[in-house]
């Protein structure tokens, strides 16, 4: 059985297990304050040219969105996302738990646009009624689609028009910026939104994700922040030795183009067959529509999301590729669809 399933499937690129083997006697601070964090954080504000943001290592997504998004509001706010949203589908409620409700915008690509927010603020007018205050989008999106410059520049200048915190979940970050349709570099996040994160565990690292606070009215206190909601780890320096392994050279975007390629391999072997997509995802997740007998076939020998059911005999299923996905699985698996078509 080979697993399509997701990103988080294999462990750590080898390099990272290394750099922690490798460190593994020293003596050093805990929570952040060690050697290897402090210079994992100076290293990602030289890749963004800017020494004026704050950088926190996290261990995780969910609980990245979660402490940012309740740390920047107050008890009135709101959050906005796509109906797709991480924060709004998969997050077990989690913002809510911190007492923020969160406000959904349909979207058919997973993209929020300065039109759907303004249908948001439109409809909550006063104080019986919660205030929106956050924009949340994600890049790439959960189904797999990229924001542009100018896409991201028009909702910036929407949500500073408006006083909105604009907030930018970066799970997939390596994904969207190595996708062949992007047209951003990592240091262009700090002009564009107030916080933002780049995602570590979806990229080869074992766990890690490096939040960005650019508006410096969202620095206060932050590392209270971490610390009530459980996150700052003890050994931290379990974050700062991946983060500085996957930044001292080109090892990020590296394997992020690994499973751009992949997933690019895929999708256009299939679309040679004639077989639709039921969004335009150009990173590591793609969803081909399939006859459900191909499918069925499928899941003998691999593992992938059923994702949606489009008419009685085709569903659309969620292949991700990640930063270790084996080419060789990646033919086998090709000579299997072209076998059962
Ligand atoms: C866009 C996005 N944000 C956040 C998360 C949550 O990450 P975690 O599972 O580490 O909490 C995911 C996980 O799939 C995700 O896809």
């Avoid at 399933?5 to 060690?34: C, T, V, W």
């Avoid at 994904?175 to 564009?192: G, Q």
């Avoid at 570590?200 to 490096?210: M, Q, S, Y």
Wanted: charge should be negative; glycine fraction near 6%; proline fraction near 3%.
């Amino acid at each position: 059985m080979y697993s399509f399933k997701n990103d988080y499937a294999e462990g750590a690129h080898p390099r990272i297990l290394n750099a922690l083997m490798e460190s593994n006697f020293e003596q050093e601070d805990g929570y952040g304050e060690d050697r290897y964090s402090r210079k994992a954080v100076e290293l990602l504000k030289e890749k963004l040219g800017r020494t004026d943001v704050d950088i926190h290592l996290i261990p995780g997504g969910t609980q990245t969105n979660l402490i940012a998004i309740s740390a920047f509001l107050r008890p009135h706010e709101a959050a906005i996302a796509a109906n797709s949203g991480h924060i709004q589908t998969h997050e077990t409620g989690a913002i809510e738990a911190t007492g923020h409700k969160v406000l959904s915008v349909e979207t058919k690509d997973g993209k929020l646009t300065p039109k759907g927010i303004q249908e948001v603020l439109d409809a909550h007018t006063d104080e019986h009624m919660v205030k929106p205050k956050l924009v949340y989008i994600s890049n790439s999106t959960e189904i797999g689609s990229i924001y542009n410059k100018a896409e991201l520049q028009a909702l910036s200048n929407f949500c500073r028009e408006h006083n909105l915190i604009f907030y930018m979940d970066g799970a997939r970050l390596g994904s969207a910026l190595c996708s062949s349709e992007n047209d951003l570099k990592l240091s262009d996040f700090p002009e564009l939104v107030d916080a933002y994160y780049i995602g570590g565990t979806k990229n080869g690292a074992l766990i890690g994700e490096a939040l960005v606070i650019c508006r410096d009215s969202l620095k206060e206190d932050f590392r209270f922040h971490m610390k009530q909601k459980g996150a700052l780890l003890a050994k931290g320096r379990l974050l700062g030795i991946q983060f500085l392994e996957l930044f001292r050279d080109n090892l990020f975007f590296e394997l992020a183009q690994h499973a751009n390629n992949m997933a690019k391999r895929i999708s256009e072997e299939l679309k040679q067959a004639n077989i639709k997509f039921l969004t335009h995802s150009p990173s590591n997740q793609i969803f081909p529509i399939l006859p459900n007998g191909v499918i069925n076939e499928l899941q003998k020998n691999y593992a992938f999301i059923l994702w949606e059911k489009v008419d009685q005999d085709h569903s659309a299923i969620r292949i991700v590729t990640s930063w270790a996905t084996k080419e060789e699985a990646v033919d086998t698996f090709l000579g299997d669809i072209r076998k059962y078509l």
